[in-house]
C-alpha cells in the first residue's frame, strides 16, 4: 500500500509541474498587464489594446509558422528576409507591373511559399541541417530583396496599398457637436483578425488533422514515423512552406502598414518568432508545442515592448529584459523535464 | 524462496575473505517495474565473476548501480571495507571501478592516446604535453601487449581494437575493478582469444573483472565464479568448476519450456502466404530466399550482424534492396519506402522499441493509430476523435496495456506495454504478413508471454508470422520452422521440432549441418 501511495504522490507532483509550466507563462502575462496597468495609466485601454495586437501580428504570424518548423525538429531562420523580399516583391509587382493589390499581394506571399518550399527541398532532399539550410535562405532572400530595389524604399503605392495593413473593422466614428469626428471604437485592425483566424486555423490542423499528428509524430521520432508509413519529407517540406508563406503574409502587411516596402524590413524578427515560441513552451527539440502557447509567447514580447516604451525604459534595457524572460522560461521549461 | 537462508550462508562463508566488492540486499524499483529485488553480489580482487541472466534479468541495472548511474532504492554497497554509495559515474570512476560498455564510448576524431587521456591529459602550463601524453598512452598499450599506434584515429580502429583501447583507458585509471559488458559480441575467434590473454594478465595483476555475456561457452575458459539472476532476482552464485554451463542456463532460465511458452493453437497449412527470392543487399545480404507458410511462425536465427535484421528492414523498404523478388499471395511487390510495405500489407516491429517504433513524447492513442490514420480520419483529413478514442481504448483492452488513460505519454510505461502498444499499431493495420524483430527484448516475463500468445494468434488467424530472435529458447518454444542465417546469407531452414540449440548454433556458426 505505501509503495502505490507514494506513486500517486509522484505523478500528482509530475501533474503540478506540468500545471505550473502551462499557466508560467499565461501568468506571466497577467503580472506584466498588472504591473503596466499600474505603472502608466494610458496602458489599459482600448486604443493601446488594439495598438498591441497589431503590434504582435508579426510576432505571432511568424511564430505561428516557426512553431510548426520547430516541432518538427527544425528551424526556420529566414523568414525576416523573406518577408521584406514578398513585401518587396508584392509592392513592385503593383508599381512597376500595374497588377491589381490584392493579386500582387498574393504574388507576395506565394514569394513567401516559393522560398520556404526550397527551405524544405535543401532540408528533406539535400539533406542539409535546416539550421544551415534556411541561414542560406536568410541571406539570399535578403540578397534578393535589396538587389532588386537597389535597396532603396519602394513607395508611391497609392492608398490601396495601405488597406491591409491600416484598415480595420467595426470601427466607429461618431461627428461630435463640434463638427470633428470622435472615434468611439478604434475597430479590430485586418491584421489582428488575419492573426487570430490564421491562430485558430493552424491550431486545429495541428490537434485535429492527421497532418498536425504526423507533424507531432516527425518531431517525436522521425525513425518511427518513417517505418510506421509516414511521408517524413512531404511533412517536414510543408512546415517551411506554411513558415514562408506566413512569411510572405507577414510582409505584405507590414509593408502595406507603412505604404512603403522597405528592402530592409524585418531584420532579427526570426529570433522573436523563435522567441515566441520557446517562451509558450515549444521545445527546440521537437514533438512539442502548441499555438496557444506561441501566441502567449508573441503577446508576452510585445506587449514587454509596449509597456516598457510607455513607461520610458530605454531600448537597450528592453533587449536586456526580453533576454532574461527568454531565458527564465526556458529554465523553468528544464525544470518541468528533468526527471 | 525456501533456500534463500542457503544462500545467505553461502555468501558469509565467502566473505572470508575480504571482498574488493561486496553488494548486499540491492533493490532498485522504477515506477512500475521492480527491476531488482534483494540481489547480492561479491567480487574478490583477482578473480573473474561473470553475472549470467536472460534479457530483462537484471544484469545491466546491476551494472548501473554498481558503477553510480543509477542509486539503489535499498541494500548496501561495500567496496574496499568501507560503505559506499556512488552519486554518478564519475565518482565510481575516481574511485576505482571502470565500466566497458557494450557500445564503445570512445571520440572518433581523437587518437588513440588523446582518447585513452581524456579529460586527463598531461599539461605542461597551458598546453597538453604531447610528448608525454604519447609516451604514457604507448605504456598503458604496452602493458596490455597490444600493438596499436597511438597517434592513430580510434575511427580507423577495428571494433576488437576500440575494445583495447577502452580496457588500456580503464588500466590507466588505475581501475580495480573492471566491468565488462558483453566484450566479445563482436570481435572474431582471434580477436576473443587476444582479449582474453589480456583478461588472465589483468587477472594475475589483481584486477577484479565482473563480466557478462549471452556467451556462455565461452565463460569455462576464463571465468572462477558465476552468479545467475533471474527476473531481477539473486538465484546462486557457483564456482565455475563445481558446475556446469547446462546447470547455468537451467538456473537462468529457472522453468521448463512448457511454462515460458502457450500451448499453440496455430497450425501450419501448405500454401504459401508470403515469399522472398533471391534477395541482395551489397554487402549486407546476399541470396536470401524464404517461404512463409498459412498460419505458421517461422524464426530467424543467427548471431548478430548475420543479417536476419537487415533482411526484414529490407523487406519493409526501410532499407533499399538490390535485387530479389518479394512475393505476397503469389503477387510480386514492389516496394521502395515503409508506406509501399504498409499498403501492401507487411508490418514490422522493430528491434529498438525506443528509437524506431515509438513516438516516445505522444500518448498511447497517438502511438496506436499512427500507422493507420486514414482509418480514423474523414475526408478532409480531420480525425474522427470518437472513432480514434474508441480503437485506442480497443487495443489498450484487447493487449491488456497497463495504463492509467489512452492521453498517458508512452515514454511513462514499463518496456513490455511499450511493446503491446507498438503491436497494437500493426494490429490496427490488420497486416498480411508480420515481422517480430526481438519482440521480446527487455521486457518481463509476464508480458513475454502475453506477446508470445498474440503472434500465435495471429498465425491461427492466417497472417504470416517471422519472428527475429537471439534467443534461442525462444526460437525453439515459439516456431514451426527456422531460418538460420550466417554471414548475410540463410545457411539452413530447419524443422523446429527435430533440431536443438548445438545444431542452430553449428548453423549460425557456419559449419553447417553435422556430419552423420
Redesign the interface.
Known amino acids: 500500500m505505501a509503495?502505490i501511495s507514494e506513486?500517486r504522490s509522484?505523478?500528482l507532483s509530475d501533474r503540478q509541474k506540468d500545471i505550473i509550466q502551462k499557466f508560467a507563462a499565461l501568468g506571466s502575462l497577467f503580472v506584466l498587464v498588472a504591473v503596466f496597468s499600474v505603472t502608466s495609466s494610458a496602458f489599459f485601454t482600448v486604443n493601446n489594446g488594439m495598438t498591441i495586437a497589431l503590434q504582435v501580428t508579426s510576432i505571432a504570424l511568424l511564430g505561428i509558422g516557426a512553431t510548426c518548423v520547430i516541432i518538427t525538429g527544425g528551424i526556420d531562420l529566414s523568414v525576416g528576409s523573406v518577408l521584406a523580399l514578398s513585401g518587396v516583391v508584392a509592392a513592385l509587382a503593383v508599381r512597376d507591373w500595374g497588377i491589381p493589390v490584392p493579386f500582387a499581394m498574393l504574388i507576395g506571399i506565394l514569394t513567401g511559399s516559393l522560398c520556404g518550399w526550397i527551405n524544405g527541398l535543401l532540408v528533406t532532399k539535400m539533406k542539409l541541417p535546416p539550421f544551415i539550410a534556411t541561414l542560406g535562405m536568410m541571406l539570399i532572400a535578403r540578397g534578393v530583396a535589396l538587389q532588386i530595389t537597389g535597396a532603396r524604399a519602394v513607395s508611391g503605392l497609392g492608398e490601396s496599398f495601405g488597406v491591409l495593413g491600416n484598415g480595420s473593422l467595426f470601427r466607429v466614428v461618431t461627428i461630435g457637436d463640434d463638427g470633428f469626428p470622435n472615434v468611439s471604437f478604434p475597430g479590430i485592425p485586418y491584421p489582428v483578425i488575419l492573426m487570430v483566424v490564421i491562430a485558430i486555423a493552424v491550431s486545429l490542423m495541428l490537434n485535429?488533422?492527421?497532418?498536425g499528428?504526423?507533424i507531432?509524430?516527425v518531431g517525436?521520432?522521425s525513425?518511427?514515423?518513417?517505418?510506421?508509413?509516414?511521408?517524413v519529407s512531404r511533412v517536414v517540406s510543408f512546415t517551411y512552406v506554411l513558415s514562408g508563406t506566413l512569411a510572405g503574409l507577414t510582409g505584405c502587411v507590414l509593408m502595406s502598414r507603412l505604404v512603403t516596402a522597405q528592402p530592409n524590413e524585418g531584420v532579427m524578427y526570426e529570433l522573436d518568432a523563435i522567441a515566441s515560441a520557446v517562451i509558450g513552451g515549444t521545445s527546440l527539440i521537437g514533438?512539442?508545442g502548441t499555438i496557444s502557447g506561441t501566441a502567449i509567447g508573441a503577446f508576452v514580447i510585445g506587449i514587454l515592448r509596449n509597456g516598457l516604451n510607455m513607461n520610458g525604459v530605454s531600448a537597450f534595457t528592453q533587449q536586456i529584459i526580453i533576454g532574461l524572460v527568454i531565458l527564465g522560461t526556458v529554465w523553468i521549461d528544464q525544470l518541468r523535464n528533468r526527471r | 524462496m525456501q533456500n534463500s537462508a542457503d544462500i545467505r550462508d553461502a555468501h558469509v562463508a565467502s566473505a572470508d575473505r575480504r571482498a574488493l566488492l561486496r553488494l548486499d540486499g540491492i533493490t532498485k524499483e522504477f515506477p512500475g517495474v521492480m527491476a531488482l529485488s534483494d540481489v547480492h553480489f561479491d567480487l574478490f580482487a583477482g578473480e573473474v565473476h561473470a553475472v549470467c541472466g536472460e534479457n530483462g534479468a537484471g544484469k545491466s541495472t546491476l551494472m548501473k548501480i554498481i558503477s553510480g548511474v543509477y542509486q539503489p532504492t535499498a541494500g548496501s554497497i561495500v567496496y574496499k571495507g568501507q560503505e559506499s554509495r556512488f552519486a554518478s559515474p564519475l565518482e565510481s570512476e575516481a574511485a576505482g571501478i571502470a565500466i566497458i560498455h557494450q557500445e564503445l564510448n570512445l571520440v572518433p576524431h581523437l587518437s588513440v592516446a588523446e582518447n585513452i587521456y581524456l579529460a586527463r591529459e598531461p599539461r605542461r602550463g597551458f598546453l597538453i604535453d604531447r610528448k608525454k601524453l604519447r609516451a604514457d598512452a604507448k605504456r598503458c598499450l604496452d602493458r596490455l601487449g597490444i600493438d596499436i599506434d597511438p597517434d592513430t584515429h580510434v575511427r580507423n580502429l577495428s571494433v576488437a581494437q576500440s575494445q583495447m583501447v577502452e580496457i588500456a583507458k580503464a588500466l590507466s585509471l588505475d581501475a580495480e575493478v573492471l566491468i565488462m559488458d558483453e566484450p566479445t559480441s563482436s570481435l572474431t575467434e582471434q580477436e576473443t582469444k587476444l582479449l582474453f590473454q589480456v583478461i588472465r594478465d589483468l587477472k594475475a595483476s589483481g584486477v577484479g573483472i565482473v563480466y557478462i555475456s549471452h556467451r556462455l561457452d565461452e565463460m569455462e575458459e576464463i571465468v572462477d565464479r558465476v552468479t545467475v539472476l533471474r527476473d531481477g532476482r539473486y538465484i546462486a552464485t557457483d564456482n565455475l568448476r563445481d558446475t556446469t554451463v547446462n546447470d547455468v542456463v537451467a538456473k537462468m532460465v529457472g522453468r521448463s519450456l512448457e511454462e515460458k511458452f502457450p500451448e499453440r493453437i496455430s497450425k501450419p497449412s501448405d500454401d504459401i502466404v508470403f515469399s522472398a527470392a533471391g534477395l541482395t543487399r551489397q554487402g549486407v545480404f546476399s541470396d536470401v530466399s524464404f517461404s512463409l507458410r498459412r498460419g505458421e511462425i517461422l524464426g530467424f536465427s543467427g548471431l548478430m550482424g548475420a543479417g536476419r535484421t537487415e533482411v526484414a528492414r529490407a523487406i519493409f523498404g526501410a532499407d533499399p534492396l538490390d535485387t530479389g523478388t518479394i512475393t505476397m499471395h503469389g503477387e510480386t511487390l514492389t516496394i521502395s519506402s515503409p508506406r509501399d510495405a504498409i499498403a501492401a500489407g507487411i508490418a514490422y516491429l522493430s528491434e529498438d522499441r525506443k528509437a524506431q517504433g515509438l513516438a516516445i513524447k505522444m500518448p498511447v492513442d497517438a502511438n496506436v493509430t499512427l500507422a493507420n490514420m486514414d482509418e480514423v480520419s474523414n475526408t478532409f483529413g480531420l480525425i474522427d476523435f470518437a472513432k480514434h478514442n474508441k480503437v485506442a481504448n480497443d487495443y489498450v483492452e484487447l493487449l491488456d496495456i497497463r495504463t492509467p488513460s489512452i492521453k498517458q505519454p508512452v515514454r511513462l510505461l514499463s518496456g513490455g506495454n511499450q511493446q503491446k502498444i507498438i503491436i497494437g499499431k500493426w494490429l490496427f493495420r490488420k497486416p498480411k504478413v508480420m515481422f517480430f524483430d526481438e519482440p521480446t527484448r527487455g521486457i518481463d516475463v509476464g508480458a513475454k508471454f502475453a506477446i508470445y500468445k498474440i503472434m500465435d494468434e495471429l498465425a491461427a488467424e492466417g497472417i504470416g508470422v517471422v519472428l527475429i530472435s537471439s534467443e534461442l529458447p525462444e526460437i525453439l518454444g515459439m516456431t514451426d520452422r527456422v531460418a538460420v542465417f550466417h554471414g548475410g546469407r540463410i545457411t539452413g531452414v530447419l524443422e523446429t521440432r527435430n533440431t536443438d540449440q548445438e545444431e542452430i548454433m553449428r548453423y549460425a556458426s557456419g559449419y553447417g549441418p553435422k556430419a552423420h
Open positions: 509503495d506513486q509522484v505523478r485535429r488533422s492527421v497532418l499528428r504526423h507531432y509524430a517525436s521520432n525513425d518511427a514515423a518513417r517505418l510506421s508509413g509516414v511521408n514533438g512539442v
